[in-house]
């Protein structure tokens, strides 16, 4: 069956970097674009960034422009997120999950793996 596993979150200072992981399996991984998306607490989600399937391209929300990098592995059905210069707004539970499109900005999906706890805090 489709299995995402997230992992790589934790407790960072503002300002610093943290790179998020995504083990994909039950799924043609290298046929799906692929997004992360966040929920803060008390608040819905949050579509944060998305890749193509070759991963020739990527859009980003206005929140993490500049400091939030996708990146995707399909050999090892692996997709990344790459974070620094991290604030204490972007304290949520990452998710990632297949995307619809490359030019998709929703935080719907087909499927979204478990999640892993981002917290900025000094």
């Known amino acids: 069956q489709v299995q995402l596993v997230e992992s790589g979150g934790g407790l960072v200072e503002p300002g610093g970097s943290l790179r998020l992981s995504c083990a994909a399996s039950?799924?043609?991984?290298?046929?799906?674009?692929m997004k992360w998306v966040r929920q803060a607490p008390g608040k819905g989600l949050e579509w944060v960034a998305t890749i193509s399937r070759a991963a020739a391209s990527a859009i980003y929300a206005d929140s993490v422009k500049g400091r939030f990098t996708i990146s995707r592995d399909n050999p090892n059905n692996s997709l990344y997120l790459q974070m620094n210069n991290l604030k204490p707004a972007d304290t949520a539970v990452y998710y990632c999950?297949?995307?619809?499109?490359?030019?998709?900005?929703?935080?719907?999906?087909?499927?979204r793996g478990q999640g892993t706890q981002v917290t900025i805090s000094s």
């Open positions: 999950a297949k995307a619809f499109a490359v030019v998709d900005e929703s935080v719907e999906s087909t499927f």
């Open positions: 039950g799924f043609a991984f290298n046929s799906s674009p």
